[in-house]
T-cell receptor, first 115, second 113 residues
């Protein structure tokens, strides 16, 4: 597609439920990144994919968080047993190669609210 | 303090004035990027400056980088109301950390018509 697409755009869930967030990167972009942005804060790195493998998962805050990517395309970020502190905007970005000359293309994010 | 801190936290100016935002960081970088965010959602890449560059221009934007001081500045000239947004700097350490951007908390810019 023309841009990075994320779904859903908004998600309200009850504490303790699992949620799945989806990211469709730009076609041909082999690198994909997940970030989290809490209200009024900058972005925190979560995980990075090169193709279907994740060489860097260092930003995942706990074992409740996991992500996968298939077909060098769509990625899903799963949060199990959600907690209120998981409430944030989850942003996905992609790039053609690991060192893009022109920065990274971000999606519009998924706003997750845990009640 | 964190890698990639912006200053000021908030800036309010009149249309037509220039806006300057600063960013400081702590470790050596491969490149530094500036992004803009409207309404707390998607980020738009504005400009990337590499560690061996000192200044870059793009339209009304001018970015400087001083690696000796570990700081960067973003200047928006002749600001417009449509420039109202949050602006973030992000550092990329390169090497095995390519793409693992570290963002500051941002500068909220308000341009009054």
């Amino acid at each position: 597609g023309a841009g990075v697409s994320q779904s859903p755009s908004n998600k309200v869930t009850e504490k303790g439920k699992d949620v799945e967030l989806r990211c469709d990167p730009i076609s041909g972009h082999t690198a994909l990144y997940w970030y989290r942005q809490r209200l009024g804060q900058g972005l925190e790195f979560l995980i990075y994919f090169q193709g279907n493998s994740a060489p860097d998962k260092s930003g995942l805050p706990s074992d409740r968080f996991s992500a996968e990517r298939t077909g060098e395309s769509v990625s899903t970020l799963t949060i199990q047993r959600t907690q209120q502190e998981d409430s944030a905007v989850y942003l996905c970005a992609s790039s053609r190669i690991q060192e893009p000359r022109y920065g990274y293309t971000f999606g519009s994010g998924t706003r997750l609210t845990v009640v | 303090s964190q890698q990639g801190e912006e200053d000021p936290q908030a800036l309010s100016i009149q249309e037509g004035e220039n806006a300057t935002m600063n960013c400081s960081y702590k470790t050596s970088i491969n490149n530094l990027q500036w992004y803009r965010q409207n309404s707390g959602r998607g980020l738009v890449h504005l400009i990337l400056i590499r560690s061996n560059e000192r200044e870059k221009h793009s339209g009304r934007l001018r970015v400087t980088l001083d690696t000796s001081k570990k700081s960067s500045s973003l200047l928006i000239t002749a600001s417009r109301a449509a420039d109202t947004a949050s602006y973030f700097c992000a550092t990329d350490l390169g090497g095995t950390s390519y793409g693992k951007l570290t963002f500051g908390q941002g500068t909220i810019l308000t341009v009054h018509p």
